[in-house]
């Protein structure tokens, strides 16, 4: 490393290296927070950036943020050049750090809390091809330049840390001067005028409400983020290349990464509404209801500047060591590891868009008790789904039940042309299972569906699936206010039998405790969730769905509650 810096440092005993003067500064989750990721660290075996042991350890919002390796998801889809010189600047406690030193042959990452940068060195221990330095990184002299600098969730405290007439510019500068003279940044940073900052979401540095879409009124030294056109003039001082990606929910624990290009070419409303938007300090109550917001900024091709976060990639002089060779890519880290698949969005030569999903496993198609999941691609469907058809009419107040379901009776028709009658039921193969209305699309009177990934080794009753798609679409409606009031009932069972009356279905009790069994299966089968809770949660909401949401309400403050005695707890113990 002594080759590398100009400046005079050593080697410290937790090999992180340290300017000779000791420069530092503080910043921090909170003591108690990096000892919890000190222990993780000391003893799990698997420290790699995709962990399935490290997620295990995740409590609160600070570890999630550590060690959740959905981080990795943020620069995964990127084919990089793995042979160029890579800095990281503030590298925190090291989970993006991971990542650059399994994909890089030299990296070199900075920190400026020796807390943090221990930790850093800890989780990449095993990787000799890392170097973690403790030191403000503007004080820091390289004799040599790098090839990539990446920036992920720092640049925006740049105005805390950096002593300039403009801290923002001086880092952009310090960037510029860095590279390589084909050199790239990477920017992971937050919108200031991100949807959630409207709905639900305190700013996430200053903790204020409304404070980002103000201008910062209340703190002169607080960390503050950017609108896309103001990030963008000021990078465009700086580099002449300059691409933008939007991950959602946001870069800090992103499961969709998604080009400009590829709201050019699709209307993307409805894909990124099925990201929920997070306030990382607490659960807040939403103001309005994002999904059918999405779709009308949509509408009006705004997407991008409503975006949660940025992703950019910036050359001094173009590009070229790192490719995105799709039009966005979209994760599944909620299901079991067998289960996990990659969406890609392909532009084809004819300019259409291709939806293709391949499971992350080594083998094509995976099997797992009764379901099994295939490699699927499917040209991209224009418009709206059944699904979000609904929903844009569930607030109308001159409407009946049977005008708002209406749409759903062609639904139903496209499902029996592929049914079958057997002992006085009606039957579909079980690669029909997912066919509920988010993944049915309507055009001339016909339907088309999608997203057929599922396999159910079982044939399943075709009132099983329309319970299913209506329980579906109702649990998506429970966070929604001002509902026509033909939809607000204490009992889901009524409601559904109600609509399936309007649609010409009669549905017996029968059907009704198929569904339980089958919807606990398949959740236990794909989620890895107890069949006995699934079993638990469905009969109670479809019972009684205003019980079930106080039962869970009750259950999420008894967390909240538990969590601040802890807290207390901590707080005495540590005076």
Request: with cysteine; aromatic share 14%; hydrophobic share 40%.
């Amino acid at each position: 490393m002594k080759k590398k810096i100009e400046n005079d440092i050593e080697l410290n005993k937790s090999l992180v290296w340290e300017l000779v003067d000791k420069k530092r500064f503080a910043y921090s989750d909170g003591r108690s927070s990096e000892r919890y990721l000190e222990k993780v660290f000391s003893k799990v075996n698997d420290l790699s950036s995709t962990s399935y042991e490290l997620d295990k350890f995740i409590k609160d919002w600070p570890s999630e943020y550590h060690l959740s390796r959905t981080r990795a998801q943020l620069l995964s889809g990127f084919d990089f050049d793995k042979s160029k010189k890579v800095l990281e600047v503030g590298c925190g406690c090291g989970a993006i750090t991971r990542f650059l030193g399994e994909t890089f042959h030299d990296v070199v990452a900075i920190e400026g809390s020796i807390e943090r940068a221990k930790l850093a060195r800890l989780r990449t221990k095993d990787l000799k091809n890392v170097s973690v330095i403790c030191a403000p990184f503007q004080e820091i002299n390289f004799k040599k330049k790098f090839d990539i600098i990446f920036c992920i969730g720092v640049f925006e405290y740049s105005n805390v840390f950096v002593d300039a007439e403009d801290p923002y510019e001086a880092i952009l500068q310090y960037f510029q001067d860095a590279l390589s003279i084909d050199g790239v940044v990477v920017m992971g940073i937050e919108n200031q005028f991100g949807l959630k900052y409207f709905s639900n979401s305190r700013e996430d540095h200053t903790g204020v409400m409304f404070d980002g879409l103000e201008g910062y009124p209340r703190f002169g030294n607080k960390a503050r983020t950017f609108g896309y056109n103001e990030l963008k003039d000021r990078l465009t001082k700086h580099f002449n290349e300059i691409q933008f990606y939007f991950p959602y929910p946001d870069y800090k624990i992103p499961s969709c990464i998604l080009s400009e290009r590829f709201f050019e070419k699709v209307k993307a409303g409805e894909l990124v509404a099925t990201f929920k938007s997070r306030d990382y300090r607490s659960e807040q109550k939403m103001l309005f209801d994002e999904r059918l917001v999405l779709l009308e900024i949509d509408k009006n091709n705004m997407l991008p500047f409503f975006s949660n976060s940025f992703l950019i990639v910036a050359g001094r002089q173009r590009v070229a060591s790192i490719k995105f060779e799709c039009l966005g890519l979209m994760y599944s880290p909620n299901r079991i590891k067998s289960f996990q698949v990659v969406t890609r969005f392909m532009e084809r030569e004819d300019g259409s868009v291709l939806v293709e999903k391949t499971p992350l496993s080594d083998y094509n198609q995976v099997k797992v008790g009764k379901l099994k999941i295939r490699p699927y691609e499917q040209k991209w469907i224009d418009g709206i789904s059944l699904q979000s058809k609904l929903m844009s009419m569930v607030k109308r107040r001159d409407i009946s039940l049977e005008d708002i379901f209406e749409p759903c009776k062609i639904w139903l028709n496209a499902l029996k042309k592929v049914s079958y009658p057997e002992k006085n039921q009606v039957w579909l193969d079980g690669k029909y299972v997912d066919c509920i209305w988010k993944n049915s699309y309507i055009h001339d009177d016909d339907c088309i569906f999608i997203d057929l990934e599922w396999q159910w080794f079982e044939k399943i009753n075709i009132n099983v699936v329309l319970i299913r798609s209506i329980y579906r679409f109702l649990n998506d409606l429970s966070s929604m206010s001002g509902l026509n009031g033909a939809l607000k009932t204490n009992s889901t069972r009524l409601l559904i039998n109600k609509i399936a009356v309007i649609l010409g279905v009669t549905i017996s009790k029968n059907d009704f405790e198929e569904f339980c069994k089958f919807e606990s299966e398949f959740l236990q089968i794909a989620f890895s969730s107890k069949y006995t809770a699934n079993m638990f949660y469905l009969k109670l909401k479809l019972w009684n769905g205003t019980i079930f949401s106080m039962l869970r309400s009750i259950r999420n403050q008894s967390r909240k509650n538990i969590r601040k005695v802890v807290r207390i707890i901590k707080y005495f113990r540590n005076s």
